[in-house]
């Protein structure tokens, strides 16, 4: 997994970063989901290391990565706060502009590094993901009903650790090994079972709902936008439709070119069609 990549932990000051490296060309930042890790990027970035310095870090809080003690409002698993390490793990690594690509929870910590950095950022690409604002402002049955994890994960009152670090086993589902691939599958079950990554997974979802979501709105309330190209990968068998089309929705969060290209497979879109995504962040990465 990740041959010729080097694996490595990086103190960035407030957290110490696992990630993984490799390549040669334009560097390119591989952003995780929930409850994934950086391995779930392993049949990706290889394919994209002939033309990219590609760089996959754990979240803080997820996989192997720490996280600072909680603060009010969830501010230490901010998205503000994953944009931040990225660029700090960037210039550690001697780049200090890069393209970025999130996935899922990693779409948001993509996005808010576009926004927060526009200096930085050459070029986003969104996988299945929309602006918090957005999913809140569209609250109906369906929505609820289909993610109702937003609300168990972020509520404080009877903490969703206490249940799910009882039987992380009987609340986690993921593919088997043969599909994940042994190391990826191992790597991510190895994390789901420990309760400080449980704690970090929640605290990045109680974030979303109080001061991700206020960042959001003070953006747009200033009239901030994504200043570069950008490309949403839509998963044909996931969800992500749900509130309409997904394109319209970012367009008014994107000052320039937007584009979207789907991806025939369900949610885990790295791990399922990786010759896909790698071919449609390639081609997006190369334009002019």
Known sequence: ???????????????????????????????????????????????????????????????????????????????RAMAGDVVALLRRLGHDRFSIVGH???????????????DVVDRLVVMDGLPITEHLERLNEDFVRSWWHWWFLA???????RIINTDPDAWYRTPGPQEMGEANHADVWAALHDPAVVHGMC????????VDRAHEEADRAAGRQVRCPTLLLAATEDDIDIHGD?????????????????VHSGHHQA??????????????????
């Open 271 to 288: 791990e399922q069609a990786p010759g896909e995504v790698a071919t449609a962040i390639g081609d997006f990465l190369r334009a002019t």
């Open 246 to 262: 997904p394109l319209a929705i970012w367009r008014p969060w994107v000052a320039g070119d937007l584009r979207g290209v789907d």
């Open 203 to 210: 605290e990045d979802y109680r974030a979303g709902l109080r």
């Open 155 to 161: 509520q404080t009152d009877k903490p969703a650790e």
């Open 1 to 79: 997994m990740f041959e010729g990549f080097t694996h490595e932990t990086v103190d960035i000051g407030p957290v110490r970063l696992r990630v993984r490296h490799g390549g040669s060309g334009t560097p390119v930042v591989l952003v995780h989901g929930h409850p994934r890790t950086h391995t779930t990027w392993h049949r990706v970035a290889p394919r994209l290391a002939d033309d990219h310095f590609v760089v996959c870090p754990d979240l803080r809080g997820y996989g192997c990565s720490t996280l600072p003690p909680d603060e009010p409002e969830h501010a230490q698993s901010s998205k």
């Open 104 to 118: 899922d929870r990693g779409a948001l910590v993509a996005f808010r590094t576009a926004m927060d950095h526009p």
